[in-house]
């Protein structure tokens, strides 16, 4: 007679998740034995729990559906969730199983006992605390909907060890909801006539993409829009999956910084959100203005709350302007590369490298940060390729993310872009890319600060940090060696100081099949580079 | 002028706080500038939150008195949670620091907006989000206070951006709210004389210590209520801070299993808590009694809640007693080295090692776990030392503790004893004690394995978990290099994989200043030594 474990196992399956990110203790030890029973159930084990939440977002974000993580108790929990706030604000379905006490023990405040809801609660959509094995496979099922959504989630399920082990009785288990059963919202024809009439009505336009309308089938519908209409092609700062390279739609991304985002909505009289939000800016600052979108604009939303088919949406629309506006094909990407530089090893210079090698298909995870900044630029025109950002602000998302982009994604090479600041809040997943051995190149930008720091504090116009206050910048004390922690978790790696060095390097991480490490030595924005034969400066 | 940072640093300043461990980002800019001002405040860098939250649970154990963190918004607490969570279960005063986006700002729900007090509420007896810059000051003290206790606590003070950039106008700042101002409660006469009649009844009774009772003062006291009651010393399975060896009154700790802690209170008509909880197993098993203190026992608590002066309380059951019960001396333990054994090296050879070489006044962090069984007994008769504990099981905490620690005594020896699977989810750790040169000896016991889950799934009667489940317990897929990892943060470290090499670095690591890893080869519990010569196996 199977447990509320195997239920919850077979629940999950059924309903469609075929990994587990896992970071188990005693709690879920019948939750890991339940995995046995399901050969088709992928068990990755990471070593800190932020790399198995990070992986599922990355897993969801490329496979478009959920996987799950099974994480020990509240503090599992809390160290997953930093990743889940970033997979929170990508819309990316996840399931979380957190095996917590038995019931039976909660009253006895034990050690490891806390508000396993009011952590789930910051994250997720949709949480529930098992009591009944017998339903445990619903309950499963019941995650794994509102996870897939519309709109697509972070659902989590408290599963109490005695509900886990206790028998679950002979039901013939969970009525197998069927996938995708949920229908997505159906854009209105009242919201394509006012949209397609804002877009034709001679008034500058654009339309802002996010979530489902940044991949291609989105990407091609909004194309024929603007070709239509003349409407611009925009993205949010942080897209959660953006498609993009050599024949697909260009889309300009709104900046980081507010002024940025605001001078290229400039004059914009209609402005259609296509799956994204209202552009906000990142941070305040001290007499600046809020706003991103000017003054007069009206704002619209295609499919909104989440839950409309944005894509069908943006078909529908552009089947109601199409042939009424001007005359052109849809805006494709011209295929370009550029010339790798001379010069010194510098953001751009590797930025050059990258757009000159990324391969077709390839799957990049962009946590790159300030050193990142002439990446979407050097990448515009290579192959088609996806690109995979820090939505929601939590360091630490890079490296995960890329474990479980590969493991969405079997022979599709992934390139993981990640500061060395970043980098620091999750190295452990290096050592899960290791032992799943994915086919990861990892760049680790090394300019030995957090530059982003020193940038905020000029956007806020001298928060007065002073020289001693800098130390909390400067990560150059002692430098961290990548390489060696890299091979210290089973993970090959090389230096590179010169651009001849990261090419060859480069060429060697996408050659080879499994993991590669480079450590990029560059200078923080604004300084000399700090090039030289590798190895001399750590 | 000053503005509000200001006044959140002087204020912390005043109350007593002496050191921050930082992990700030953009929202907390204008407090690290603030930091600036104030020389005497010592600024602790960590590249990820839960080792600014451990580093600031080691500093608080061993101080005596709040450190604070500073964390960036609710991902930035999030992945402090962990080790706050064992805070909390060691009573360690902490002052969280969490700067907010702008009040102005929280409406737009920006990607780094999340529920901030529902993370805080679940570890922090305190919290307060602060609106007026004019009285951050007194925000400040009241938060040292709140931490300060009694009951020692964490405490979080939500600090947003422009509340922080405001000016704080010309008030004297803080009423410098006096430190320690806050008196233990008294322990009543009737409960001191309850408990002494229950003591000298002549039924089996026996003392169990946790908080300050396991310091030197609160054990002595209740070493004298013992020798005149002829009652056992006692202490929590997970104590926060033990003073133990020579010269010490000796407690025994009640075992992780819920089996051996009945065994231990068998009998046992009288039992005391002094600054202890009532003992409850760590997890429940399918079948098993959740009893710990055996039927028929009658339980009394002395300073019951927390805000009782425990210490003052075993005085005074002490001064009841004296004199009339047995006449002995207080215990106290015998000065006792192990040899250092021939054979291969283990878990208990390595015990035997360092309780040989164990130097006067180190402070010892011990998150070893399965590897970390015959810790206590080789060490019991070393000269004096403290003994810190995983308090809230939320692994990770060894590393960081040990950096707080050390911040906390410098002058004294610090050994951190820590499980592979355990070092793993605090790496990073390891770089601060570099950048603070910090005199750590690190011994990683590399028996590359979750062993815990395996001794776990044997007293759950079998979880069922079989080979391919099995595989989540294993970490020997790759092998990790915990040289490499020290020395890629800043680290020197050796490798030791027989007793003769582990005993010279443990002698290096104890005779040169700053930190030094020694990687420590051992078997998994149950299985045979992996010795052979260093570096051969890795």
Redesign the interface.
């Given at each position: 007679m199977p447990n509320g474990a195997q239920r919850v196992v077979s629940g999950l399956f059924e309903a469609g998740v075929r990994v587990c990110f896992?970071n188990?203790?005693?709690?879920e030890?019948?939750l890991?034995?339940?995995?046995?029973d399901v050969?088709g159930m992928r068990?990755v084990?990471c070593?800190?729990e932020?790399v198995a939440t990070g992986a599922a977002d990355g897993y969801g974000r490329m496979a478009g559906e959920p996987g799950c993580t099974l994480l020990h108790?509240?503090?599992?929990l809390?160290?997953g969730?930093?990743n889940l706030?970033n997979a929170r604000?990508a819309g990316t379905p996840i399931v979380n199983v957190i095996g917590d006490?038995?019931l039976?023990?909660k009253r006895?405040?034990?050690?490891?006992e806390?508000?396993i809801g009011?952590?789930a609660?910051?994250?997720s959509a949709w949480t529930r605390r098992a009591f009944d094995a017998a339903v445990l496979a619903d309950d499963a099922a019941e995650a794994v909907a509102a996870a897939a959504g519309p709109p697509r989630a972070v659902a989590t399920l408290i599963v109490p060890?005695?509900v886990a082990?206790a028998d679950a009785g002979d039901a013939v288990g969970a009525p197998g909801m069927p996938r995708g059963v949920a229908a997505r919202g159906l854009v209105s024809e009242v919201e394509v006539a006012g949209v397609a009439a804002a877009l034709r009505s001679g008034a500058p336009a654009a339309l802002l993409l996010g979530g489902a309308a940044t991949h291609g089938p989105g990407l091609r519908a909004a194309a024929r829009v603007a070709a239509a209409t003349g409407a611009r092609l925009l993205c949010e700062t942080?897209p959660a999956r953006l498609e993009r390279g050599a024949g697909l739609p260009p889309v300009e991304r709104l900046g980081y910084r507010a002024a940025d985002a605001a001078a290229l909505l400039s004059g914009v009289r209609h402005l259609v959100l296509a799956g994204a939000?209202v552009p906000?800016?990142?941070?305040?600052y001290?007499g600046q203005d809020?706003a991103v979108v000017p003054g007069g604009c009206e704002v619209r939303a295609l499919g909104g709350g989440g839950g409309g088919d944005v894509v069908a949406g943006l078909s529908a629309v552009a089947d109601v302007v199409g042939g009424r506006g001007p005359v052109s094909a849809p805006p494709a990407q011209e295929a370009v590369r550029p010339v790798v530089p001379d010069g010194a090893l510098t953001g751009e210079s590797a930025a050059a490298v990258l757009g000159a090698l990324l391969p077709e298909g390839a799957v990049v995870v962009d946590e790159a940060n300030t050193s990142g900044i002439w990446l979407p630029g050097a990448t515009a025109g290579a192959p088609p390729h996806d690109w995979l950002t820090l939505?929601?602000?939590?360091?630490?998302q890079g490296l995960p993310l890329a474990v479980g982009a590969a493991v969405a994604c079997p022979g599709r090479p992934v390139v993981a872009l990640v500061a060395d600041?970043a980098a620091?809040?999750t190295?452990?997943a290096l050592?899960t890319l290791?032992?799943e051995g994915l086919d990861v190149t990892v760049v680790v930008f090394s300019n030995r600060a957090y530059a982003?720091?020193e940038l905020?504090?000029m956007m806020?116009g001298g928060?007065?940090?002073?020289?001693?206050?800098r130390?909390?910048f400067?990560?150059d004390?002692?430098?961290?060696?990548?390489?060696?922690?890299a091979?210290?978790?089973?993970v090959d790696a090389g230096r590179a100081a010169t651009v001849a060095e990261f090419s060859a390097l480069i060429g060697r991480g996408l050659r080879e099949p499994g993991p590669f490490l480079v450590e990029c030595v560059v200078p923080a924005i604004g300084r000399p580079a700090r090039g030289g034969p590798a190895g001399t400066d750590s």
């Open positions: 896992a188990p203790g005693t709690s030890l019948h890991v034995a339940a995995l046995d050969p068990r084990l070593l800190f932020g108790l509240g503090p599992g809390a160290g969730l930093p706030h604000r006490h038995a039976r023990h006895l405040d034990a050690p490891l806390s508000d009011a952590l609660g910051t994250v060890a005695d082990w942080f939000s906000v800016p990142f941070f305040a001290p809020d939505t929601g602000g939590a360091l630490g600041g620091m809040y190295p452990q050592w290791a032992r982003i720091l905020e504090q806020l928060a007065g940090v002073g020289a001693a206050g130390e909390l400067d990560l004390r002692p430098a961290l060696d990548f390489v060696a922690l091979r210290g978790m089973g």
